[in-house]
């Protein structure tokens, strides 16, 4: 079964500042990976995904993600936090091979951003 | 681009009550997933659909639960009898069906069961 842990459950930056949201996965073949983000009242929306060939997935917003096999990690990255960067972001793994389709989510972090 | 919409937003309903939500897809798109998202917690899978039918249902999914997608376009989620451990927002989403595609995801439905 494949899981999903985001260790930090709320990371607080000052605007202009480096952002890294951590995302550790556990899938047995190579998995397609999210990364979504939640602003209060919205619906999920995707910021990138990666599903093959370059490891190192650009995103909208600024946003980046590197996925690194050897660590099980989808870590994401934003080189200068915005205040409107303030929500919460999940990362997910989705199955590959025949049963494609279902998400399995973290349980997200939410990004507070100080002026 | 209408997006994914859902009806209704908000739902409160006494315990043992009957609910219903829809969901329209994006119209070109086969699959319909259907998620929970309890406060705190990131959304959990509970069944999709490829067209009309049904291919997979979590075993969060009680008898309680029924998903439907007649006519492959619009989805409902009923719960019968609801439960205070039903409180939660329920979220659609839909994908053009091909692995590693993306799913699009609809506002959700709050659901408050008194």
């Known amino acids: 079964a494949q899981s999903v842990t985001q260790p930090d459950i709320h990371i607080t930056v000052s605007e202009g500042a480096s952002l890294e949201l951590r995302c550790n996965y556990s899938y047995g073949a190579t998995p397609y990976l999210f990364w979504y983000v939640q602003s209060p009242g919205q619906g999920l929306q995707l910021l990138l995904k990666?599903?093959?060939?370059?490891?190192l997935v650009q995103g909208i917003k600024g946003f980046e993600a590197e996925f690194k096999r050897s660590q099980s990690s989808f870590n994401l990255r934003k080189p200068s936090v915005h205040w409107s960067d303030a929500a919460e972001y999940f990362c997910?793994?989705?199955?590959?091979?025949?049963?494609?389709?279902?998400?399995?989510f973290g349980q997200g972090t939410i990004l507070t951003v100080h002026p | 681009d209408t997006g994914v919409s859902q009806d209704p937003r908000h739902k409160i309903t006494k315990r043992g009550q009957n609910v219903t939500f829809r969901c329209d897809p994006i119209s070109e798109h086969n699959r319909l997933y259907w998620y929970r998202q309890t406060l705190g917690q990131g959304p959990e899978f509970l069944t999709y659909?490829?067209?009309?039918?049904?291919?997979?249902k979590s075993r969060l999914l009680s008898d309680r639960f029924s998903a439907e997608r007649p006519k492959g376009s619009f989805s409902t989620l009923e719960i019968q009898r609801t439960e205070q451990g039903d409180s939660a927002m329920y979220l659609c989403?839909?994908?053009?069906?091909?692995?590693?595609?993306?799913?699009?995801f609809g506002p959700g439905t709050r659901l408050t069961v008194l």
């Open positions: 659909f490829q067209n009309e039918a049904q291919l997979e």
């Open positions: 989403a839909s994908s053009s069906g091909t692995a590693g595609d993306t799913q699009y």
């Open positions: 997910a793994v989705g199955a590959g091979g025949t049963s494609y389709g279902k998400l399995t």
């Open positions: 990666y599903f093959s060939g370059d490891t």
